[in-house]
T-cell receptor, first 113, second 116 residues
C-alpha cells in the first residue's frame, strides 16, 4: 500500500532557530512530491519536487528530494512566529494521471517568540 | 484568479438534517477533490472527479454521503442524514489535471461543519 510518513509529528522551536522536517514515502511509480503549509485555514502550496538533488527555494524555505532513499526534507531557516503551522507532504504516483495525492499526517510546527 | 470557492464557510445543523456543501473549482482545472479533516484522522480524501466524472469514491464513509459534479464549474457534497461524527472541516481542491504540474492541488477555504 502506498504511504507517506512525516517526522517529527510535532516540533517546538524559538524564533531564529533552523528546523528540518522530514517526509519519507513508499509509492509505486513515483511522479512528484509536494509540500503544503496549513495555518488555521486551507493548505497552501509551497513546492513541487520531481528530480533528485535539485533544491527548491523560496525565501527562508527550501526543500530537496532524494529519490534513491525515498525521502524529502523541508528546511526553514531563521524561523519566525508566522511559520507556525502544519506542514503537509504529499506524493503523486504515476498511476494517478488525474492528480490524486497521497498525504502524510503532517508535522505541527510551533515557533515561540 | 478567484481560487477555489466553497460555500457555506460555516454550517451548524442538527442531527438528521440534510447538509449540502458547494464548490466552484478554478476555471480550467480538470480534477476536483473533496477532503475531510479532523484532529483525529487528519486529511482524508473522500472522492475525486476528473472531467466531471467520479474516479474514486472509496473514501466516502457510507451511503449517507454523496457527491455530484454536474458541470466543470460546480460540485456538491451532500450528507443525508447528518450525524454528530460528521463534524469536521470539508475542503474542496482542484488541480489542472493535465500538463507538467497537473497534480498540484489548490484548496478552497473549507466549510466548517458542526452537527449537534
Amino acid at each position: 500500500e502506498d504511504k507517506v510518513v512525516q517526522s517529527p509529528l510535532s516540533l517546538v522551536v524559538h524564533e531564529g532557530d533552523t528546523v528540518t522536517l522530514n517526509c519519507s514515502y513508499e509509492v509505486t511509480n513515483f511522479r512528484s512530491l509536494l509540500w503544503y503549509k496549513q495555518e488555521k485555514k486551507a493548505p497552501t502550496f509551497l513546492f513541487m519536487l520531481t528530480s533528485s538533488g535539485i533544491e527548491k527555494k523560496s525565501g527562508r524555505l527550501s526543500s530537496i528530494l532524494d529519490k534513491k532513499e525515498l525521502f524529502s526534507i523541508l528546511n526553514i531557516t531563521a524561523t519566525q512566529t508566522g511559520d507556525s503551522a502544519v506542514y503537509l507532504c504529499a506524493v503523486a504516483p504515476v498511476w494517478s494521471n488525474t492528480g490524486k495525492l497521497i498525504f502524510g499526517q503532517g508535522t505541527t510546527l510551533q515557533v515561540k517568540p | 484568479d478567484a481560487g477555489v470557492i466553497q460555500s457555506p464557510r460555516h454550517e451548524v445543523t442538527e442531527m438528521g438534517q440534510e447538509v449540502t456543501l458547494r464548490c466552484k473549482p478554478i476555471s480550467g482545472h480538470n480534477s476536483l477533490f473533496w477532503y475531510r479533516q479532523t484532529m483525529m484522522r487528519g486529511l482524508e480524501l473522500l472522492i475525486y472527479f476528473n472531467n466531471n466524472v467520479p474516479i474514486d469514491d472509496s473514501g466516502m464513509p457510507e451511503d449517507r454521503f454523496s457527491a455530484k459534479m454536474p458541470n466543470a464549474s460546480f460540485s456538491t457534497l451532500k450528507i443525508q442524514p447528518s450525524e454528530p461524527r460528521d463534524s469536521a472541516v470539508y475542503f474542496c481542491a482542484s488541480s489542472p489535471g493535465t500538463g507538467a504540474r497537473r497534480e498540484t492541488q489548490y484548496f478552497g477555504p473549507g466549510t466548517r461543519l458542526l452537527v449537534l
